[in-house]
């Protein structure tokens, strides 16, 4: 079962309209792939499949399963959103990464072994126009 929906994608990361040409089974075939991918990072630390998976987890999964399904349907060069939705699926995957080596933790997991790490920050992008700036900062509430 995939820890999102076809609904959850456009919720989460993109637009129904940017995935014109990408038929439903298409989108929720990766879908249920990018799920086992967050598996096969999160099976050293707790039970999977993610039986309550939250918001946090589905909008990482959701921007790796954007990105992928704009690149099976093709992604326009000049188009800047392509490097935004590229960026996206990058910071997914080093999430992810993060969720294996206990730096982060994802809501509705249980660790089955080991603690959340203490690598804090946030990413925040700043959109102005058609530019985006990624900044990584510290966090000061210590979350």
Known sequence: MAYLTTDELNTYSIAGQRLTGVSIPQQMAVLEAVSRLADSYLRSRTTVPITT?????????????????????????????????????????????????????????????????????????RVDECNVTWIEAPTLRGW
């Open 53 to 125: 998976p939250d918001v946090d987890l589905k909008m990482q999964l959701a921007h790796i399963a954007a990105w992928r399904l704009l690149s099976l349907r093709g992604v326009n060069p000049a188009d800047k959103g392509g490097e935004v939705m590229e960026k996206l699926h990058d910071d997914a995957i080093e999430w992810l990464q993060g969720a294996s080596e206990s730096d982060v933790t994802p809501g509705g997991v249980e660790v089955s072994s080991g603690t959340a790490g203490s690598r804090q920050y946030v990413v925040v992008a």
